[in-house]
């Protein structure tokens, strides 16, 4: 996990900034003279602003963090007010979790108010917040974004030296065909199902059940996709208290060692997230013991408590996904493989008009953009490629799938740096290459809007640079060739 590739050390760079950023937050908390549990909310709204916060510019990302207390203060307030009122209070918490889902279907910027309106209804559940206290954790939450956005957007801008990925538009779709819609509904099921047995469960921590069940659902779009999220989520969480028996319960929250190590998950949460769902969770979940720990309410059985409640959120996903307007693992796989060949057909499109004399061509953007979908690609398929798959005839055809598109990108990167050479040319063999790529993809799409090959009006007979460039272009026709039999064959990849 640790020693997986790390381009430009970009992870690590992202870890280490959230570990100051939050670090200035808190500290700033504690000398404005404000509470703990107020220190403690302004450390998560740190946290929060710097994880989720995902534009895919600068500016974006700006805006998006500024927009964060316009929605998560009025959320906040209303937990507050609705306090004693539980009827309520639950009722208020389900409108704001299907606002928050259904935002999704904005993008990046969606997503993000999503996630924090949420949390900031999480967190006056968590510490109890009476409506004297509001005012308090309001002023921990603005001072706490202050500081993280001085780190992030001042400090340590990582983004102005590092072009971020591009970003996998979300799925499309009009009413209840758009998966955020249906997911909006799913969630508030799930998350009624986690309310009613998680206060059978504890009338105090019934909320680590709903918030077990917003999170399997951030970032995922099939049933089997939550279902492996919601397995995973119990991995993480098992393995977690496990860690927090050994190490939160015998600081009895000692705030030195404990700081240590609660900057330890933080940095092991950001520098897991994008491999391992199951680590990311083992640290939120060692996390939330030391925090537990630190407002001196830690114990075993607490901890117990934290396993049950997250089996009857895993438990109440699960259920919803099968039954409340169902997505099923095909219907979103074939989604980003067509998406996935589309950008494999820009991306050699744009290297041959670079490669032919277009300065305008950027096959570069259409590498990245490609390495995006591919992600998504491997989440959608994350539950036929699972090792507790029992089928595993699908599975095998899923590996295959996984296999020939992942060979697809390498040779559209290796492409998309041969045009990027000022001295690289193509000679007649290269338009005639690129021209079976399109008829390739095509093959496996069933045709496609337009051609965008056109052949260029001069062209030199022979180039050395343009070796590699048929090389590249020769695999990808070789990949796509393949890719006919998993996709369309009578075994097929389905879910």
Not at 291 to 296: A, E, H, I, T
Not at 373 to 394: D, I, M, T, Y
């Amino acid at each position: 996990m640790f020693t997986a590739p790390d381009p430009g050390l970009f992870r690590l760079r992202v870890s280490l900034r959230a570990v100051l950023g939050i670090g200035l937050a808190v500290t700033a908390c504690e000398m404005a003279g404000l509470s703990r549990p107020a220190s403690i909310t302004g450390g998560l709204a740190a946290l929060l602003a710097l994880f989720t916060v995902a534009d895919p510019t600068v500016r974006g990302q700006a805006v998006t963090t500024a927009l964060l207390p316009v929605v998560g203060l009025p959320v906040l307030a209303l937990a507050t007010t609705l306090h004693g009122a539980p009827a309520l209070r639950d009722a208020a918490w389900l409108a704001v979790i299907f606002t928050g889902v259904y935002a999704r279907r904005w993008g990046p910027l969606g997503h993000a108010l999503g996630v924090f309106a949420f949390m900031t209804f999480f967190v006056a559940l968590l510490l109890h917040v009476v409506p004297g206290r509001l005012p308090e954790l309001c002023a921990a939450v603005m001072l706490s974004l202050g500081a993280a956005s001085v780190v992030r957007f001042g400090v340590w801008c990582i983004e102005r030296r590092t072009p971020l990925p591009v970003a996998a538009a979300p799925l499309d779709g009009r009413g209840l065909a758009r998966p955020a819609t249906r997911q909006a509904f799913q969630a508030v099921a799930a998350c009624a199902f986690a309310i009613v047995v998680g206060q059978a469960l504890s009338h105090e921590r019934w909320y680590w059940a709903v918030a077990t069940v917003w999170w399997i659902f951030v970032n995922t779009a099939s049933r089997g996709e939550t279902l492996v999220r919601g397995f995973r989520r119990v991995v993480g969480t098992v393995t977690g208290i496990a860690a927090g028996l050994l190490v939160a319960v015998p600081l009895h929250g000692d705030p030195v060692p404990s700081a240590a190590l609660v900057a330890a998950c933080v940095f092991g949460i950001f520098y897991t997230a994008a491999l391992s769902y199951s680590w990311m969770i083992f640290f939120v979940t060692v996390l939330a013991g030391l925090l537990y720990g630190v407002l001196g309410v830690l114990s075993p059985g607490l901890l117990g408590l934290r396993l049950a409640e997250t089996g009857a959120g895993a438990l109440g996903a699960a259920l919803a996904v099968a039954f409340v307007l169902p997505i099923t693992t095909h219907t979103v796989t074939d989604h980003w493989v067509c998406r996935v060949l589309r950008a494999v057909h820009d991306c050699t499109a744009a290297a041959a008009r670079r490669l032919a004399g277009d300065p305008e061509a950027d096959p570069a953007f259409r590498a990245a953009e490609l390495e995006a979908l591919l992600g998504r690609v491997h989440s959608a398929l994350a539950p036929l490629v699972h090792p507790l798959n029992p089928l595993r005839a699908r599975k095998a055809r899923a590996l295959r799938v996984l296999a020939l598109l992942d060979e697809c990108a390498h040779q559209a990167r290796g492409l998309a740096d041969v045009a990027a050479d000022p001295d690289a040319s193509h000679d007649t063999r290269l338009m005639d290459a690129c021209r079976r790529v399109e008829t390739a993809v095509e093959t496996l799409l069933g045709g496609l809007p337009e051609r965008v090959l056109t052949a260029p009006s001069v062209v030199p007979e022979r180039h050395p640079g343009a070796e590699q460039a048929l090389a590249h272009l020769y695999g990808l026709e070789r990949a796509l060739v393949a890719l006919a039999a998993p996709l369309h064959g009578p075994s097929a990849v389905r879910a």
